[in-house]
């Protein structure tokens, strides 16, 4: 294994791909497969291979020429990269129906984000559990994000709390906040926001079907 | 408005960066902004000016140099690229939590995505209703695909469910699959298949705030 560049700039189109590879290498891993070719992953993931290689060559040297990637020790790179191998202590706030899909999701904590705390401000949630996991009034953000270390803050609030509430974690010390909502949140430069909007894979694939039917 | 040019080639980063573009122009329009650089466009969704600027030229003249963008004009521009000035008609496969959440996802109507069926083996769900929509059960998809002109099928089944239900949509005529399972469909090269995976997000936060912790 190779120590990865620690002071290249990476843009974050490349870091945004990372997770994808990273994805595919690791269903490759569980199929057994032991080398992979930038060609074969490209045509999988729908990435050229020539972004493939020089993605992975800003932090590194992780294939051999001819040969292909080594998927394992590829896999374990990625991961350490993205920062997979450790812990991230994470919380929701807001039990509709993408919040307690979300703390039913089960393909978080195999990649080591551990929910800890659930938000709301319905009387009729709070105190119970989703999945061994409790739901608190919102007013008590400061005292659980801080005793139970939590990283990371998923907002799925409807819109108009959206802010408040990215506040407050803020304020509770949360680095990150992954938002569901469809606003543009306002943080401090030191805390990152992932905004996510499920209707923009229907989008791309609304393109793709409009010129295939016409 | 201009006409965009039909026979480009453009590149699949590009055309999934056009929901993000129309997504923030869209807000920027409820705001009432008229015209926007792509500079600030730029800044506020985390791609370069350049990267917009070479994106949409792809597809016609949209702005006005050293003016910027005009918000309402480049909205509709794009909204018309990405085939949204239609309705699609979609039907979910599996009310799991998330199959759940997303026939309650409010986000999708209008951009034209429009819930037709919902399918589940479960006999307690079938012939139970979500917003109005029929859960039905998954044998009766190919009669209700086709009778409902549904191009559009999502799987929230669990993964070793999804590759059955898949092809089940495909002989039904779906042209388009949203894939919510974390497997590789196999589908004929005339249908398109987009495939969310949740956890790219927090991956791509976890790197982020690896290098600010440590």
Same mark, same amino acid.
């Given at each position: ?16 791909r ?21 060609? @074969? =992953?490209? !045509?999988? *993931? +729908? ?5 493939i $290689?020089?993605?992975?060559? %800003?932090?590194?040297?992780? &294939? ?8 394992? @020790? =590829?896999? !374990?790179? *990625? +991961? ?5 191998? $450790?812990?991230?202590?994470? %919380?929701?706030?807001?039990? &509709? ?9 089960a393909?978080?904590s195999?990649? +080591? ?9 319905d ?6 559990y ?63 926001v992932?905004?996510?909007d ?17």
């Open positions: 294994m190779k120590e990865h560049k620690e002071n290249a700039v990476i843009s974050k189109a490349t870091i945004d990372l997770p994808l590879y990273y994805r595919y290498l690791k269903l490759s891993q569980e199929e057994g497969i032991e080398i992979i070719s930038s060609d @074969e =992953l490209g !045509r999988k *993931i +729908g990435v050229t291979p020539e972004q $290689r020089k993605d992975l060559s %800003a932090f590194g040297e992780f &294939g051999k020429k001819g040969v292909g990637y080594y998927v394992r @020790e =590829l896999t !374990r790179n *990625i +991961g350490e990269i993205l920062g997979l191998n $450790r812990q991230w202590n994470i %919380a929701i706030a807001g039990v &509709g129906h993408l919040g307690w899909a979300l703390a039913n999701y393909n978080f195999p990649q +080591g984000f551990q929910l800890q705390a659930i938000f709301d401000i009387p009729d949630k709070i105190g119970r989703i999945n061994e996991i409790e739901i608190f009034h919102i007013a008590r953000i400061p005292e659980i994000i801080a005793a139970r270390n939590i990283q990371i803050g998923i907002v799925t609030v409807p819109a108009e709390y959206a802010q408040d509430i990215t506040t407050s974690y803020v304020e509770a010390g949360i680095k990150g906040i992954w938002n569901f909502a469809p606003i543009k949140l306002e943080v401090p430069t030191t805390v990152h992932v905004s996510e499920l209707s923009i894979g229907l989008s791309s694939m609304s393109y793709y079907l409009s010129r295939q039917l016409y």
